[in-house]
Nanobody, 127 residues
C-alpha cells in the first residue's frame, strides 16, 4: 500500500478543510488508517484513526467534536473533515496505515503502530 495525502491549504480560524488520504492496493480495507500532524519544532502528534471496516474510530482529545475521520473503501480513500479550525491546528498532516486488528485506541494513537506513511499536506490556520 502507498498513501497520498491531499486537501491541505490556508484557512481562517473557524473554517473547515477536508483532507484526503488516497491509497493504492486492493486490500486497503484491511488497513487501519490514521492521521498524525507535526507543527514546526514540535513532535508528531496523533490526530485520529479508523479501522478497516470503519466500525471503530479514535480521536485525540484536542480534536474531538471538531474533526471526523471516515473512509470509503470503494475509493481506497480515508478522509479527515476538520471543522472549527484553530490556530493551533496549523501543522503538516500525515496519513499512515497498518494491517492490524483493532486492539484499542491507545496503541493506534502511537506512531509505531504504522508501517506505511504518506507524504504530508500542509494545513495553515490564520487569524
Amino acid at each position: 500500500v502507498q498513501l497520498q495525502a491531499s486537501g491541505g491549504g490556508l484557512v481562517q480560524a473557524g473554517g473547515s478543510l477536508r483532507l484526503s488520504c488516497a491509497a493504492s492496493g486492493r486490500t486497503f480495507s484491511s488497513y487501519v488508517t490514521a492521521w498524525f500532524r507535526q507543527a514546526p519544532g514540535q513532535e508528531r502528534d496523533f490526530v485520529a484513526a479508523i479501522t478497516g471496516s470503519a466500525i471503530s474510530t479514535c480521536y485525540a482529545d484536542s480534536v474531538k467534536g471538531r474533526f471526523t475521520i471516515s473512509r470509503d473503501n470503494a475509493k481506497n480513500t480515508v478522509y479527515l473533515q476538520t471543522n472549527s479550525l484553530k490556530l493551533e491546528d496549523t501543522a503538516i498532516y500525515y496519513c499512515a496505515a497498518a494491517k492490524l486488528y483493532y486492539t484499542g485506541c491507545s496503541y493506534l494513537a502511537t506512531g509505531q503502530a504504522y508501517d506505511v506513511w504518506g507524504q504530508g499536506t500542509q494545513v495553515t490556520v490564520s487569524s
